[in-house]
């Protein structure tokens, strides 16, 4: 298995001198890995690890995410990147899988990054992850990443601006409605989903899934490197809990994944993962780690 610590360390080192913004310039390359194919141990191990079945003819929806994150820690780590690796945080990933990918199989993986946004919290930058077979392709990803520093009143996402003009929106609407009625009764938020199961997750989850994937992030290790970075304890890799969650969950072969990191699972823990439909999520308590829908996949949604 390919190490990425010489790309952590790489990465940890440049963190300091780095200083992002939206508008900055970032690598424009497309990383490029011809010819690769499946360890069917290191594979197992994965399985085992997110509690996935073993032995299956196709690869798990996340596992090319394994496959091409050392292309993408390549970039991130590099001196053209501007957001600083260290205290990044995977928010989101959006996964197509157009056909499943056979454990057998022969990839080409190519990774680069998309652009750079602005985000209420800082800026995030967005990473494409390809996979092709015979040039084809077969499975993509995007996943965004937050590197959290002072913004500006104006730095705010499309989300952020559409969020804005609802409330004037709604604030409008409702203004006119009181001077119709005597009292606006707020409508009730959604429901959470029906809870499936209780997990205890041991102290070790982090090591375990850093051993299977290669993503040794000092915060997922143990509580006195976590706290380095500012968590009391280690916490579970993002990537792990979607894994944890898709394992309980059914998937056409072709598939869509949204999946949002809403807050981190500390290690040891408990959490409830609830599911309704395509719809999950991994709870603690009434904090929300982690949301995602799984849908069809159609040709036109692309």
């Given at each position: 298995m390919q190490t990425l610590l010489p790309l952590l360390a790489r990465g940890a080192v440049l963190s300091p001198f780095k200083r992002p913004r939206s508008d900055a310039a970032f690598p424009r390359d497309r990383l490029v890995l011809s010819g690769v194919r499946i360890d069917l141990a290191r594979l197992a191990a994965y399985e085992r690890a997110c509690g996935f079945p073993t032995g299956a003819d196709a690869l798990p929806l996340t596992y090319p995410h394994v496959?091409?994150?050392?292309?993408?820690?390549?970039?991130?780590a590099s001196r053209a990147f501007p957001l600083p690796l260290l205290g990044l945080v995977h928010t989101s990933i959006e996964v197509t899988r157009l056909r499943e990918p056979a454990t057998t199989g022969e990839y080409e993986l190519a990774v680069h990054v998309e652009g750079l946004t602005p985000h209420r919290r800082g800026t995030e930058a967005t990473v494409v992850t390809g996979a092709r077979v015979d040039g084809s392709l077969v499975w993509e990803s995007r996943s965004t990443y937050l590197a959290r520093h002072r913004t500006t009143a104006d730095a705010r996402t499309p989300a952020d601006a559409r969020?804005?003009?609802?409330?004037?929106t709604s604030a409008h609407a409702h203004?006119?409605?009181?001077?119709?009625?005597?009292?606006h009764v707020p409508s009730a938020g959604p429901k959470p989903l029906p809870v499936v199961a209780e997990w205890r997750l041991a102290g070790d989850v982090g090591r375990r899934y850093a051993a299977v994937s290669g993503d040794r992030n000092p915060i997922h290790l143990h509580p006195l490197t976590a706290r380095l970075f500012g968590f009391p304890r280690a916490i579970a890799h993002g990537m792990w809990t979607v894994a944890r969650c898709l394992a309980e969950q059914p998937a056409d072969a072709s598939v869509q994944l949204r999946a949002e990191f809403k807050s981190p699972v500390l290690l040891p823990g408990t959490v409830t993962y609830a599911a309704d439909g395509g719809r999950f999520e991994l709870r603690g308590g009434e904090r929300v780690h982690l949301t995602g829908e799984l849908r069809e996949?159609?040709?036109n949604s692309a």
């Open positions: 496959l091409g994150f050392p292309l993408a820690m390549r970039i991130m969020t804005s003009a609802d409330a004037r203004t006119s409605a009181d001077a119709r009625t005597v009292a996949h159609r040709a």
